[in-house]
């Protein structure tokens, strides 16, 4: 099957590291990504990382694979107020020509 | 250069009537997506196109349909509208062609600002 798992909310003091969990069912998926949605927009894509890759680090942003527990998260260091947001985890269906979204995790940033 | 266009952005139906939303892709993506939001469900995915033809289409029932035009840019209706049928519909268009070709295998999305549909 393919279903794609994340926490709902996620609350951290403004200079701290944030972590958002994701968990996907599809093995055979080729990329994984994050996107973020602010207030009354669609959503724009953060990072991807392809699925024979462990690690991917972009500034503030460190995605981490593990393959074998089908679990990917989203490290976003010196979280700031403008990070408040909903981050989406996807993976892409190659077969399928779809990429399935996560029910999105809303970030707060508390100043 | 543009992004993806959806029009309109906010719109109010009636049960029972029908509504159409337009997609306006980035120039040259061929591949475009529909998605329905909402606070229950989140993301769920209606149906994907490129060169006028569906590849896919996800768990809806009939009342949703799509087209894509020679130009890219795509249409979904929604017929005998439904109150749960409220909604953010997003379009998403990219280069994506042929799986796991390079950067453009990888699906990268831009979506639209969505447009807004409220059955009443």
């Given at each position: 099957g393919e279903d794609v798992e994340q926490s709902l909310?996620?609350?951290?003091?403004?200079?701290?590291?944030?972590?958002?969990?994701?968990t996907y069912t599809d093995s055979s998926s080729t990329y994984l990504y994050w996107y973020k949605q602010e207030p009354g927009a669609g959503l724009q894509l953060l990072t991807y990382i392809f699925s024979n890759m462990d690690m991917k680090q972009d500034q503030r942003l460190t995605?981490?694979?593990?393959?074998?527990?089908?679990?990917?998260?989203?490290?976003?260091?010196?979280?700031?107020?403008?990070?408040?947001?909903?981050?989406?985890?996807?993976?892409?269906?190659?077969?399928?020509?779809?990429?399935?979204?996560?029910?999105?995790?809303?970030?707060?940033?508390?100043a | 250069k543009a992004g993806v266009t959806q029009t309109p952005r906010y719109l109010i139906k009636t049960r029972g009537q029908q509504v159409t939303l337009?997609?306006?892709?980035?120039?040259?993506?061929?591949?475009?997506?529909w998605y329905q939001q909402t606070p229950g469900q989140g993301l769920q995915f209606l149906f994907e196109y490129f060169s006028e033809t569906q590849r896919n289409k996800g768990n809806f029932p009939g009342r949703f349909s799509g087209r894509q035009?020679?130009?890219?840019?795509?249409?979904?209706?929604?017929?005998?509208?439904?109150?749960?049928d409220s909604a953010l519909y997003l379009c998403a268009s990219s280069h994506y062609s042929v799986p796991g070709q390079g950067h453009s295998g990888a699906n990268v999305l831009t979506f639209g600002a969505g447009s807004r549909l409220t059955v009443l």
């Open positions: 909310f996620l609350s951290v003091r403004e200079g701290d590291s944030s972590v958002i969990n994701c995605v981490l694979l593990n393959k074998k527990d089908k679990h990917l998260s989203l490290r976003i260091a010196d979280t700031q107020t403008g990070d408040s947001a909903i981050y989406f985890c996807a993976e892409l269906n190659t077969g399928g020509f779809k990429t399935i979204f996560g029910a999105g995790t809303r970030l707060f940033v508390k | 337009s997609c306006s892709p980035i120039s040259g993506h061929r591949s475009v997506s035009f020679s130009n890219s840019r795509s249409e979904m209706n929604v017929s005998t509208l439904e109150l749960g």
